[in-house]
C-alpha cells in the first residue's frame, strides 16, 4: 500500500501540475482575447493530463474501491482490495481535464474523514454515502471495519438497504435520535481510548478493527454532541476511527456551525458541481483544494446495495463461526498486566472482541440462564488470558457454587496431573464458607499489597510496579452463581457482602479484579439488595442468553438471544451500549483446550504448587491428609479430625496437650463420629516414640466395631500398645486412669482413652462403687486432671443431652474443650455451648469444629473412612 500512497502522490502533482498548465492557457487566452483561433494545443495537453490523473487515481482503488455498479459488480470477489495498514480510498465522484474525465479520489481509512454540506436527504448524497459504505465493507477484509451510522433526519432511511448486515449483526441499526448518538459518540471514544492504551502499551494498534462512523444526517438538536464529534475527528485517524458525515457543517441552529471538521476532506455541494477541500496529510491537491468542479458520482441502486449486503453477512456469517483457536496468542505468555488484563473474548461481526480488567471496567458482571453458555464462556476468558499473561502476571481464584464441574480443568485429576499454573485455589460445588475464606484472603492480599505500596509512596498497582521491582500478578477471581453467598440472610451472608464490596471499591487499586456470575434474577437482585453501593462497581455487564437482572430492565438487547452470544455493554448496562458478541465454544475443542492446559503447564516455574482444591462433594480420609503423611514423633500433640474449609483445605486438628479439658468430643448419632474419633486417635499414634503411649479403644456400640478394630490395628502398627475394652473394662480403666491421676497408685503412663458411643454406658457409670465413687466422678477427674498427666479422653456421644449430663452441664462444658458436632442442632449446641449466635446448619460431610480455649468455631470436613465392601 506504500506504493499505492507514492502513486497517489505522484497523481497529485500531475494534477497540480495540471491545474498550472490550465491556468496558464487561461492567461494565454486572455492575452489574445482578439486571437479567434482555436487553442489546441492547451486543450490536448488537458486531455493528456486528465488521461494521467484518471490512471493515477484509478490505481488508489481498486476492485471494489472504484468499481461501478453494474450488475458485473456482483462477480468482484470481496475482502481483497484493502489492507489493515491503510491507507484506503473512495471516489466522491468525477472531474474534467479537457476532453477526459478522472474521479475524485479522498483518502478515508488510515488518513482521514469525509463531510458533505448537504446531508443524505439530497438523493445523491445518500447516494455517495451508500457507495462510500458499500466500497469499504466490500474492499475490507473480514472484520477491519466495523461500522455505526446516524441518520437523524431521514429515520435511518439512507441505510435501509443494508439491512441483511445488521440481521446479520455486522452492524447495529442506525441512530436516529439524540441518544442513540450519543451512544455512537460514546463507543466512538472508547475505541479511541482502547486504541490509545494498546499504543501506549506497545502493542500493534493495527489489530484493532477500524471504527467507521457514518452519518447520513445529524440528529436534531446535536449542538453539544457536535463538540464531541470534533474531538474524534481531531484524535480519530491515529485511533483508528474514521468518520463520513453528511450534512457537516450543519446549516443552521447549530452552535460553531462553520467550524470543519480536522483531518477531513470537505464536500461543498454546489449548482454547478462539488468543491473538496484539500485531504490531510502532506498531498493537497492544490494550494486550495481541487480547482475544478466534481460531479457528484451516482450511486449504487438500492437493489445492487442489499444484494451486495446479503452476501456480505452470508460470508460474514460463515467466516465469522468462531474457533476456541481464535482467541488464542501465536506466542504464549506475550503480555506484561501492569495496566490491566485483555484479552479476546468473541467477535462482534466480524471484529475480534476484546476486554479488560483495568481501570476502566475493573468487574465484571455476568449473567445467563442455566444452559446458556455462562460456563463456556468464562472458561474462553480464562483460557485467554491464561495465554496471555504468565503466572507472574496473573493469578486466578475460581468458585463455583452449583454441582458441576465448571473449573475441575484447572487442578490435576486423576486421569490428568496438568493444572493451570494461574490458579491458586479452586472451589467446586463450594460451600458458602470457603466462598468466604477465599474472598477474606484476597482482603487480606489487598492489605498487604496496600502496605506495600504506602511503602513506595504510589496508590496504584500499575505505579507500583512500574517504580518497584516486585512481583505482584494481578489477581482475578471469579465467582460462579455467586447469590448463593448471600443465601441464608445470615451472619455469612453479610460477611460475604461485605467482603464483596471491599473487594469491589478497592481491588481496581490493587489488581484484584472479580467476575461475578449468575443465572438468576434474584441472584443478581441479592447483589442490588445486599450491597447497592458497589453495584456501580460493575460497569462491564455481560448478558447471555435468558439473562436477567445483568441488563438495564429498559435493555431488551438480550431478549431471544442463541446460545453462544453475548451482549456486552459496558455502560452499566443501559441501552445504547450494546455489543453483540459472538463466542466459541471452548469445550467443542477439547483436544486444544487438552493440549494448551499441558502446555501452560510445561512452562511452569519448576516446583510451583498445584492449586489449592475445594471440591465440595469429595471425602477426606486421614490416610490422604498430608499433615498425618508428614508426622514424626513430636511434644506437641494433635488430634486430626478432617479439612478445615478454608483456602488451603488446611488439616482440622485440635493441641492435646497438659491444659484441663484438653479432650475431644464428637457430638452427634451420626456413624461419622466413629470414623472421626478413629481418625484421632490413629493420628496420634506417630506422633510418639514406639511403645510411648498407651490406647484404650471402647467400642461400645455395634456401628464402631469394626471401625475400632481397623484403628487399633494401626496403633499396634506403630508399635504402641491398645487394647480393647468393654462397658465394665471402661468403668475399670476410669477408675485406674483417675487413681492415677491423683497419684493414688503412681504416675500413669501416657494413655488415650478412645470411647466409642460414650452414652451407651451412661447407665453403667452411674452406679456407686465400693469406694462410693461413681464412673462419672472417675471421668470428671480424668477430664480435669488427666490432660498433666498425658491422659486424655477421645470420646463419641451420639446425644448432645448424654454429653452435657456426663461432663455436668454447662458448669463442666470446659472440661471437653474440643469438640466436633455433627447432626446436632445448631440451637441446641448453641445453647449448651452459651453461643447464642452459632450459626450451625448439620449437613452432610459437614461438622463443625468448636475449640473453647482458643475461641476457635469453623466448619471441617470430618475425615471418614473408606468402608471396605460389604461394610
Ligand atoms: N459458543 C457456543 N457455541 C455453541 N454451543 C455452545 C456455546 N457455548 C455453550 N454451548 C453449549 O451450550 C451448552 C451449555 O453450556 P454451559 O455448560 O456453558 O452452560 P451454563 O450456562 O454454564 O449452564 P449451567 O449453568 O447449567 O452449567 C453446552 O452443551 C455447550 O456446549
Given at each position: 500500500m506504500a506504493s499505492v500512497r507514492a502513486v497517489f502522490g505522484r497523481a497529485v502533482a500531475a494534477h497540480r501540475e495540471a491545474v498550472a498548465q490550465v491556468r496558464a492557457a487561461q492567461r494565454d487566452l486572455e492575452r489574445h482575447a482578439a486571437d479567434t483561433g482555436p487553442v489546441d494545443t492547451s486543450a490536448v495537453e488537458q486531455t493528456r493530463l486528465g488521461q494521467r490523473l484518471a490512471a493515477a487515481a484509478r490505481a488508489l482503488i481498486p476492485g471494489w474501491l472504484g468499481t461501478g455498479w453494474d450488475a458485473a459488480v456482483l462477480e468482484l470477489p470481496v475482502g481483497r482490495d484493502a489492507a489493515a495498514t491503510g491507507p484506503v480510498y473512495v471516489p466522491v465522484g468525477s472531474a474534467r481535464a479537457g476532453d477526459a474525465t478522472f474521479p475524485a479520489v479522498v483518502p478515508l481509512l488510515g488518513v482521514g474523514h469525509l463531510t458533505v454540506d448537504a446531508d443524505a436527504r439530497r438523493p445523491e448524497v445518500a447516494g455517495l454515502v451508500r457507495g462510500v459504505l458499500l466500497r469499504l465493507l466490500a474492499a475490507c477484509?473480514?472484520?477491519l471495519v466495523r461500522v455505526r451510522t446516524v441518520d437523524g433526519g431521514a429515520v435511518g432511511a439512507t441505510f435501509t438497504a443494508f439491512r441483511p448486515l445488521v440481521e446479520a449483526g455486522v452492524m447495529p441499526e442506525p441512530a436516529t435520535d439524540r441518544a442513540g448518538f450519543r451512544a455512537v459518540l460514546d463507543e466512538a471514544e472508547r475505541h479511541v481510548r482502547q486504541v490509545q492504551q494498546a499504543v501506549s502499551a506497545g502493542r500493534d494498534e493495527s489489530a484493532v478493527p477500524y471504527l467507521l462512523v457514518v452519518v447520513g444526517s445529524l440528529v436534531p438538536d446535536a449542538g453539544p454532541e457536535l463538540a464531541r464529534l470534533r474531538a474524534l475527528a481531531h484524535a480519530g485517524p491515529a485511533a483508528r476511527l474514521h468518520l463520513v458525515v453528511a450534512g457537516y457543517p450543519p446549516a443552521k441552529g447549530f452552535p460553531d456551525p462553520e467550524e470543519p471538521l480536522s483531518h477531513a476532506v470537505a464536500v461543498r455541494v454546489g449548482e454547478r458541481g462539488c468543491r473538496l477541500t484539500d485531504p490531510p496529510?502532506?498531498?493537497?491537491?492544490?494550494a486550495g483544494g481541487l480547482d475544478v468542479p466534481v460531479a457528484l458520482a451516482a450511486g449504487p441502486p438500492e437493489k445492487l446495495v442489499g444484494a451486495v449486503s446479503g452476501r456480505l453477512a452470508g460470508a460474514l456469517r460463515a467466516a465469522g463461526t468462531m474457533t476456541f483457536a481464535d482467541l488464542m496468542t501465536d506466542r504464549r505468555w506475550p503480555d506484561s498486566s501492569e495496566h490491566g488484563l485483555h484479552t479476546v473474548v468473541g467477535r462482534d461481526g466480524m471484529a475480534p472482541v476484546e476486554l479488560a480488567f483495568d481501570d476502566a471496567t475493573p468487574h465484571w458482571l455476568v449473567g445467563g440462564r442455566t444452559g446458556s453458555g455462562k460456563t463456556v464462556f468464562l472458561l474462553d476468558v480464562l483460557y485467554g488470558l491464561a495465554a496471555r499473561y504468565s503466572p507472574d502476571e496473573l493469578a486466578m481464584y475460581l468458585l463455583d457454587f452449583?454441582?458441576?464441574?465448571?473449573?475441575?480443568?484447572f487442578t490435576p485429576t486423576g486421569s490428568d496431573?496438568?493444572?493451570?499454573?494461574?490458579?491458586?485455589a479452586v472451589g467446586v460445588e463450594s460451600d458458602r464458607e470457603y466462598g468466604v475464606a477465599v474472598l477474606a484472603e484476597l482482603a487480606a492480599e489487598m492489605g498487604r499489597r496496600s502496605v506495600a505500596m504506602k511503602r513506595a509512596g504510589v496508590t496504584k498497582l500499575a505505579d507500583l510496579r512500574s517504580t518497584v521491582d516486585i512481583a505482584m500478578p494481578r489477581i482475578l477471581a471469579v465467582v460462579d452463581e455467586f447469590h448463593v453467598l448471600f443465601a441464608g440472610n445470615d451472619a455469612l451472608a453479610r460477611r460475604a457482602a461485605a467482603l464483596l464490596e471491599e473487594l469491589a471499591r478497592k481491588g481496581r487499586s490493587y489488581g484484584v479484579h472479580l467476575v461475578l456470575a449468575s443465572q438468576t434474577t434474584s441472584g443478581v437482585e441479592a447483589l442490588y439488595t445486599k450491597t447497592e453501593s458497589i453495584f456501580g462497581q460493575f460497569p462491564l455487564r455481560i448478558a447471555l442468553a435468558g439473562a436477567t437482572g445483568v441488563l438495564d430492565p429498559l435493555n431488551t438487547a438480550a431478549d431471544g438471544l442463541p446460545i453462544g452470544t453475548a451482549v456486552v455493554n459496558d455502560a452499566g448496562g443501559i441501552p445504547g451500549h450494546n455489543r453483540l458478541v459472538r463466542f466459541p465454544d471452548a469445550h467443542a475443542d477439547s483436544a486444544r483446550l487438552a493440549w494448551l492446559r499441558h502446555e501452560l503447564w510445561q512452562a511452569r516455574i519448576p516446583g510451583s504448587a498445584p492449586p489449592s482444591v475445594f471440591a465440595g462433594y469429595a471425602e477426606q480420609s486421614l490416610a490422604g491428609d498430608p499433615t498425618y503423611r508428614a508426622l514424626r514423633p513430636r511434644a506437641r500433640r494433635l488430634a486430626l479430625v478432617g479439612r478445615n474449609v478454608d483456602v488451603p483445605s488446611s488439616t482440622a486438628s485440635f493441641a492435646l496437650d497438659a491444659s484441663p479439658g484438653r479432650h475431644l468430643g464428637v457430638l452427634g448419632p451420626s456413624p461419622v463420629g466413629a470414623d472421626v474419633l478413629a481418625a484421632a486417635a490413629a493420628g496420634l499414634a506417630p506422633q510418639y516414640e514406639a511403645g510411648a503411649v498407651e490406647f484404650v479403644l471402647a467400642p461400645?456400640?455395634?456401628?464402631a466395631d469394626a471401625v475400632a478394630e481397623r484403628a487399633a490395628a494401626r496403633i499396634a502398627a506403630a508399635g504402641h500398645k491398645v487394647s480393647t475394652v468393654d462397658a465394665l473394662g471402661l468403668r475399670e480403666t476410669l477408675r485406674r486412669l483417675a487413681d492415677g491421676v491423683r497419684e493414688v497408685r503412681g504416675t500413669p503412663t501416657p494413655t488415650y482413652l478412645v470411647v466409642f458411643g460414650m452414652d451407651a454406658a451412661g447407665g453403667l457409670l452411674g452406679e456407686l462403687d465400693a469406694q462410693s465413687r461413681t464412673g462419672i466422678d472417675d471421668l470428671r477427674v480424668v477430664l480435669r486432671q488427666g490432660p498433666a498427666r498425658g491422659v486424655h479422653l477421645l470420646g463419641w456421644w451420639r446425644g448432645l443431652g448424654r454429653f452435657s449430663e456426663d461432663v455436668g452441664g454447662s458448669a463442666g462444658r470446659e472440661d471437653v474443650a474440643c469438640l466436633v458436632a455433627l447432626n446436632v442442632p445448631g440451637s441446641e449446641l448453641g445453647m449448651f455451648l452459651g453461643m447464642l449466635d452459632l450459626d450451625w446448619h448439620p449437613r452432610p460431610n459437614r461438622a463443625l469444629l468448636v475449640d473453647r480455649h482458643e475461641d476457635r468455631v469453623g466448619l471441617i470436613v470430618p475425615f471418614t473412612e473408606p468402608r471396605p465392601e460389604g461394610e
Open positions: 477484509p473480514a472484520g496529510g502532506a498531498a493537497p491537491y492544490s452449583k454441582e458441576g464441574v465448571s473449573f475441575t480443568e496431573p496438568s493444572w493451570i499454573p494461574h490458579a491458586r461400645l456400640v455395634a456401628a
